[in-house]
């Protein structure tokens, strides 16, 4: 299949999907509001193998230390998989499926699968990363640029996380785990029954992201767009908290974000 943007629908609500453009979700217009920030590097993209930084692009698998580029510098940032093109492998009215076959700089072999499944009032995006060959240490989640403001409305941003990675000079967690402290955040949060954070635009709209996986990246520090990142580990995490794939053991996560009036 062709690697052209596809469009979802169902109810109200449309979704553009960009395979050809790291295999991100470009727009999510719900009753015609463009909900995602706008622009090539925004809307939302899958981050894979790893999310958030790595600390000066290294990690560490058993002896063996791998650099991967510093697009962030001095850290490498979000994974290799939104820089790539993704291959559309179906696609119905209100569902498609990407994959994304992982290769250099990433040092090993493996395939990811993203479905994008659109219903009138949610939409649910799926990952798994999956190999036949070596196991290796890995990072799945998402990384949406949601509108600052729909109409003049201002969001506010609803949580209650158990506690909040204290953030190092390098934005980099620490390791200590502190209070949740009051914005603006480019922070990592825990959540142990599962991400679960509300965006409300008064008198317009309100959205629940939620996840079963228990982090979460906040970012408020733009002023066009807010940021809420569910995610398999902490930012660095291959190095503090990996999480394997393994020829038996596939690496899954899923978010919906389920949306109604304000």
Not at 56 to 70: E, I, K, N, W
Not at 128 to 141: D, L, N
Request: net charge negative.
């Amino acid at each position: 299949m062709s690697n052209d943007d596809i469009t979802l629908t169902a109810g109200d609500a449309e979704v553009t999907v960009q395979p050809a453009n790291g295999g991100r979700v470009g727009g999510l217009r719900v009753g015609g509001t463009e909900l995602l920030r706008q622009g090539e590097r925004y809307g939302c993209f899958p981050m894979v193998p790893w999310c958030g930084r790595i600390r000066d692009g290294r990690f560490r698998d058993g002896a063996t230390v791998h650099q991967m580029p510093l697009n962030a510098p001095p850290n490498a940032i979000h994974g290799t998989a939104r820089d790539g093109a993704w291959r559309t492998a179906r696609v119905t009215q209100d569902e498609a499926v990407l994959t994304y076959d992982l290769t250099e700089p990433w040092p090993y072999p493996g395939r990811v699968t993203q479905v994008i499944a659109l219903a009138p009032d949610a939409l649910t995006l799926t990952m798994s990363v999956e190999t036949y060959e070596s196991s290796f240490p890995a990072q799945i989640g998402w990384h949406p640029w949601f509108n600052r403001s729909l109409d003049g409305a201002d969001v506010r941003i609803g949580c209650t996380p158990a506690w909040q990675e204290e953030r190092g000079p390098d934005h980099l967690p620490t390791g200590n785990r502190v209070e949740p402290r009051p914005g603006p955040w480019d922070d990592c949060f825990g959540m142990p029954g599962g991400v679960d954070v509300t965006l409300t635009w008064p008198g317009r709209l309100e959205l629940k992201v939620t996840s079963r996986e228990e982090w979460v990246v906040l970012y408020d520090e733009q002023e066009a767009a807010v940021c809420v990142e569910p995610q398999t580990g902490p930012p660095n995490g291959l190095n503090t908290l990996p999480r394997l794939v393994t020829p038996l053991q596939p690496l899954e996560a899923a978010t919906t974000w389920t949306w109604r009036p304000a």
